[in-house]
Each structure stands twice: as C-alpha cells, then as structure tokens.
C-alpha cells in the first residue's frame, strides 16, 4: 500500500500556489469599480455559443430552408443547461415537440419580436450594460430592445410584458436580477423551449475577469417545468476599441413574411 | 416675470450656459424659470446630471403663425392669457367613441414644459428655410410615390406606423399626439435615451471616437456627444435616405446638432440644428423644454402587437375585392 506523507514544507507551498491560482482565476477576481463604488460591467457583451438554436445539447443539421443551405443549417452546441434537460412537465413536454415541428411559424424570433429574458442574453448579437447610480441599462442590439433595472426598492410589474420587470440587488460583486411579469409570448431558443406567465427568471451576472462576465439563470415556472433549472455560460467583452452596438431594427426585414399576401399585386414596393 | 426682467433672465441664462449660437444667428433659449440657488447636479463620473423621466410633450407650433412676424417670445402676461383659455381636446378623436382621458390623448390633461415660445424654431424668422430645388424635387417625388398607393403595402405607411421610427425616436426628437415619455440614464462614458413610444434606445457615445464609416446608414444616424460646460452637445450623422423629418424626406447628408442643458430641476432645454444643405437654403434650429414625467417608462410593444397594418392592407384589398366583382 502506498503510504501519503503530510505534505512537506515546499510540497505544502506548491500545492496552496495552485490552489490559489486556480481558485482565484474562478472565484475571487474582484471587479474594478465604478466612481460611486459598485462593481464595474459596464460594456458590450455578447455570448458566443449556440444556446439561441437550443439550450440544451444537440448535434449539428439541416435547417429548414432548403436554399439557405449551410448557410441556414443549425450548429452543434454542448448544452447550457445544468443536468442536461430541461425539465418540462409532460404536457408541457409535448407542447415543446410541437413548437420545434413547427418552429418556422411559432419562433417569434422569426417575426422581430422582443425576445424575453433570459433568450435577450444569449442571441447573436451584443448587448451593451449601462450602469446608472440607481438604475442599470440593459441595451440590446437586436430590435432596439431594453431592459431598465431598478436597483431601488423593489417594484411590482405593473402588467405582463415580453422582456418583463427587472429589479437588481449586489451580492458582492455579482449582479443579481430578478425578473417577473412576463407574458407567455417568449421562447427560450429555436427548439421551442417555452414558458407560461408564471415564468420567474433570476439572473447572476459575476465578472470573472476584465473581459468575462460568468452569467447564470434560474428559470422558475410550476405551469411548465417540473423544478427550477439553471442555465450557465460566459459573456465575452466585445473589446474592439470602435466597437459600438450596431442598429438592427428588424421590423423592416419581416414586413414581406408577415405582410407580403396583403400587398396589392400590381404594386411595386 | 416683466418684460424687462425676462430679457434679463434671458441674458443671464445665455452667458451662464455660454456659447448657445448653433448657427450664424444668435440664438435665444426659451427663458428658464426663476429657480433660485439651483445648480446642476453630477454624476457620480462627473457629467452634468440629465438622468429622469422627461416628456417633451408641448403645445407650441414648430413654425410660428405668419402674424406673429419675428416675434420670438410671449410675455409672461400674454402666455398666462392663453393659458387661461380652455384647451381643446384633439379634434377628429371627438367624434369617435374614443376614452380620451383613458388613453392620454386629453390634451386639457396632458402635463407640458411651458416656454414663452412662439414656435419651437428659433430664431427672428420662426419658420423653416425654403426648400432647395433638390429638396422640392425630393418631397415631390415622395408625394408622387405614395399619392394613389396609400394602402398597396407596409412600405408607403410611414415608418412610426410601421413600428419602425417615429418623431419621438428622431434623431431630432419630435413630441407627437399622446406618449412623449422618454428617459434619460448616464453611465460612464455615455448617455442613453430611452423613448417608450415603438420603444427605442439611443446610446450616445462620449469618448471622442470619429463617426463610423460613411458606407453605414441608419434610422438614427450615428450619433457622437461632448460636453460643453453644462451642454451635452450632440452631433449625428450616418443617416440613411429613408429618413423623414415631419414627413419631410431629408439627405441622407443630413448633419444633426443636438443640445441638452438642464436649465432646472424641472427643465431640460433641447434645441437642435438641422444642416441639410440639399434639402433647406440654410441650416435652422429649434428648442423644445422637456418637463419631468410620472412614474416610469414601460415597455411599448408595437410591432409585436401592430393588428393594424394587417387590418388596413387587409380591408383595402376586400374593398378592391368588391369593387372589381361589382364592376362585373
């Protein structure tokens, strides 16, 4: 039997190095701050994984659109979901094979729509976090959406709405919002995964270093899942000195899809 | 306020906020309400504080009455006479079977940032420049476009019923009819403007980086803000040919100058230039005072609810529908 020792004088040092190292990379970075105080994240973020085409993991294939060809084709992705699978409810599971089957007409991604949180997070654009002394903005390339968080006391939605009521508190340097009054016209990716009006999403948001914001959502909806679940990835700083979120007033790009059999014939655009 | 003392408060708020001229001409603000010992607040970074929710919901016309000639400003007797006289709800809503209260389009309840203003453009004339030839040709073309074809599809209704841009959204910010809340957060290194009519953000960068590239046009243009003194001082450029300022269809060389003092606890004055040389003989500005709005800004989800663009195109091609089967 091979005997451990206790670890001697330079053993003991080495060990605690690494420990250290690799604890402090993950844990105890500790964000620069703002002039009043707070941690600092202001800047553009933006998520580079494939949690938009669907949180949980999934191997590459064709898309639906046969002329897009590889160009619409969806990408693998590993999965962000804590455990694995989303854990639907089975009616609620049934619901979400239907949305994928018909996920060309459902996904209100495809119509422009406000994407709801947390999908606002992860889509493949930018989103740039503006920290106010009482509030925190939120701005998202995509359809000129926002979300203005109060960092007050807290207030009650005052009527369901598609990116919901965000009210933040510091937990340390961790940015927590807590999100409700939502309506249940949202989805969480292009799978189809869904929720209800009873959705309750709380975000982390924790710098994890000067260019790595690690964010977590729990998602809470007892209508649709069977328990909580959490979703976890990294926001990377969009650290182009020019970089600047662009204007994608999507509004315009789906007028032929959704108005384009109402058109007058003869009519030239 | 007495005449005289006006002009006073207005040469004392001129020198206090410095070089106001935005073109050739001397510019007067709107004079600011007497608030005594205030001064600006900052932000934590140091920036003149413009941070709240403001409505710039006003009452005054954008181009004077022609019989005002070049007068500028009311007096305060005068203002207060008109104040005194009951307003009038907006007309054609009447006779519909709207709430109006309900839905914020009373103006008699409205809340507005007074101003002796005789029209919001600045200036002895009061009134936009004349048209250039290329301007004229522009909007005729625009008119020709849409005249007869009003209803052949989403691309001939303007853009804010489009769900797309409307005058609140700008750049220049225009109030409209009802809902001209918007608020304004300041974090390091820029201001944002959130509007909540069609909802839009507008981040305004504070860093001294030039313009993107040319070959980028927007909605919005790109906008780039310096301070000076207690001014934020906005210029914007980049927009794209499909921009409209009141329906007029403006260059896409036009070149925006925007200017945000907050003259009180209560007022921000928002004056802007318009330098478009292909469109107006000569550039011209204008003033608005945005007063504070109730309450919070909240979500406003218009395409994501636009039932009318589907009813208006929808209704046009059955009333084509029955025409043609009545011709028959």
């Keep these: 039997m091979i005997q451990f020792g206790k670890p001697t004088g330079v053993c003991k040092f080495v060990l605690v190095a690494i420990l250290s190292l690799a604890v402090g990379r993950a844990q105890t970075y500790k964000a620069p701050r703002t002039p009043d105080g707070k941690p600092n994240l202001n800047g553009i973020w933006q998520a580079n994984n494939t949690a938009n085409w669907d949180l949980q993991g999934h ?45 060309l007409t459902l996904d209100p991604e495809v119509k422009c729509y406000m994407p709801g949180v947390p999908r606002a997070t992860y889509m493949p654009f930018p989103f740039q976090i503006i920290q106010s002394q009482n509030k925190i903005l939120i701005a998202y390339e995509y359809a000129s959406t926002e979300r203005l968080i109060n960092m007050g006391k807290p207030i009650e939605p005052p009527d369901n709405s598609w990116m919901g009521m965000s009210n933040g508190r510091w937990e340390g340097d961790t940015l927590v ?58 926001l990377y700083r969009r650290i182009e000195k020019n970089m600047q979120l662009g204007e994608f007033k999507c509004v315009e790009f789906v007028e032929e899809l959704m108005y384009g059999h109402l058109r007058k014939k003869t009519s030239s655009k | 306020m007495n005449q005289r003392l006006c002009i006073l408060a207005t040469v004392t708020v001129s020198l206090f906020l410095g070089s106001v001229a935005v073109s050739a001409q001397a510019l007067k603000p709107a004079p600011a309400a007497k608030t005594s010992n205030w001064v600006v607040g900052h932000t934590p970074d140091g920036q003149p504080d413009l941070q709240g929710t403001w409505t710039n919901a006003t009452l005054i016309p954008l181009e004077r009455k022609k019989e005002l000639g070049a007068k500028e400003f009311y007096t305060e007797e005068e203002k207060a006479a008109m104040d005194a006289k009951p307003k009038k709800p907006i007309g054609s809503a009447l006779v519909q079977h709207y709430d109006l209260a309900q839905f914020g389009l009373d103006r008699t309840q409205g809340k507005f940032a007074t101003s002796l203003r005789t029209s919001l453009i600045m200036g002895p004339e009061g009134r936009m420049p004349p048209f250039t030839a290329d301007g004229q040709k522009r909007i005729a073309a625009q008119t020709a476009r849409i005249k007869g074809h009003e209803f052949d599809g989403p691309e001939f209704r303007n853009p804010g019923e489009r769900c797309i841009v409307n005058n609140a959204t700008g750049p220049p910010m225009m109030p409209s009819g009802y809902n001209n809340d918007l608020e304004i957060v300041q974090g390091p290194g820029y201001v944002a403007i959130i509007q909540e009519m069609i909802h839009d953000t507008r981040i305004i960068r504070l860093d001294g980086s030039p313009h993107i590239s040319s070959d980028i046009r927007t909605w919005r243009g790109d906008s780039r803000g310096h301070w000076e003194g207690n001014t934020l001082v906005v210029d914007t450029t980049n927009f794209s040919d499909k921009v409209s300022f009141n329906r007029i269809p403006v260059s896409s060389n036009l070149h925006l100058i925007e200017r945000f003092t907050r003259t009180g606890p209560e007022t921000i004055s928002y004056q802007f230039t318009m330098d478009d040389p292909q469109t107006w003989e000569k550039p011209w500005s204008a003033e608005i005072v945005m007063g504070p709005a109730p309450g919070q800004i909240f979500e406003y989800a218009c395409h994501e609810a636009n039932h009318s663009m589907e009813n208006l195109l929808s209704s046009a091609r059955n009333l084509e529908k029955e025409a043609a089967e009545g011709k028959k």
């Design chain 1, 59 to 103: 191997a590459a294939q064709a898309g639906l659109i046969t002329v897009l060809g590889a160009i619409g084709a969806e990408p693998a992705g590993l999965g962000v979901v804590e455990g694995g699978a989303i854990p639907y409810l089975p009616a609620a599971a049934a619901k979400k094979k239907e949305n994928f089957a018909n996920r």
């Design chain 1, 177 to 234: 919002v807590d999100v409700t009054g939502f309506n249940d016209q949202t989805w969480f990716d292009r799978a189809g995964d869904f929720h209800s009006e009873s959705l309750h999403v709380v975000e982390r948001y924790t710098p994890a270093s000067a260019e790595v914001l690690n964010y977590e959502a729990t998602i809470e909806d007892p209508m649709v899942f069977s328990r909580p679940w959490k979703i976890s990835m990294p």
